[in-house]
């Protein structure tokens, strides 16, 4: 069964102190790898999409990497405003290929 | 502005009612959705839809119903059938050809007592 796992489930950094979050999937093919960011009571944000092993993709103080079987999400120097989850989700190329599998997430807050 | 607007923002009904959630969009993009997110569990799709009067079941739809008789709307309908309707439901939009990269509203709270 395709799954998705984030960890650490919550993770607390002082601001200005890197860090990386873990998505770690099970798929029957991957067709791509998708980070979004939530603020509390509200919608998710897209962030990247990842489609192979070795691909990179930056954005301002967020760079999400993609191996076979996980994907992180480093945070350089976070601020207090990078506070949010940060949801991982994936598309398996078996079954429905308009399906997302989604993670929990990774609730991370960053004092000042 | 583009973007998806769901209103209302909270919503309250009584056990045994229907209720339809609305969920508008002017990016022009050719597919919708309706998911619902509870504490502890990820986003679970309701329904979709690629185009117009076209409209898919997703993992949930027990329950649930839709229309989109024009592009911009995707209304949902949550009905009485729905046995646990108290969720947050939360409407995205993407591209035909870039549905990973989904839109989404700010989200219905709603709760049934």
């Known amino acids: 069964e395709d799954q998705v796992t984030q960890s650490p489930e919550a993770l607390r950094l002082q601001e200005g102190e890197s860090s990386s979050l873990n998505c770690s999937y099970t798929v029957s093919g991957l067709r791509g790898l998708f980070w979004y960011r939530q603020d509390p009571g509200k919608g998710p944000e897209f962030l990247f999409t990842l489609y192979s092993a070795g691909e990179e993709k930056e954005k301002e103080r967020l760079k999400a990497t993609l191996t076979k079987k996980e994907s992180f999400l480093h945070i350089t120097a976070p601020k207090p405003e990078d506070s949010a989850t940060y949801l991982c989700a994936v598309q398996g190329r078996a079954g429905n290929n308009r399906k997302l599998i989604w993670g929990l997430g990774t609730s991370l807050a960053v004092n000042p | 502005d583009g973007g998806i607007t769901q209103s209302p923002k909270y919503l309250f009904r009584k056990e045994g009612q229907n209720v339809t959630l609305s969920c508008e969009q002017n990016?022009?993009?050719?597919?919708m959705y309706w998911y619902r997110q509870d504490p502890g569990q990820g986003l679970r799709l309701i329904y979709y839809s690629q185009i117009v009067n076209d409209f898919q079941k997703g993992d949930i739809a027990e329950g649930y119903s839709v229309s989109r008789e024009k592009k911009e709307s995707f209304p949902l309908t949550v009905t009485s059938a729905q046995k646990n309707p108290t969720a947050f439901y939360l409407c995205?939009?993407?591209?035909?050809?870039?549905?990973?990269?989904?839109?989404f509203g700010p989200g219905t709270r709603l709760t049934v007592t």
């Open positions: 990016l022009n993009h050719d597919a």
């Open positions: 995205a939009s993407s591209p035909w050809d870039r549905f990973n990269e989904q839109y």
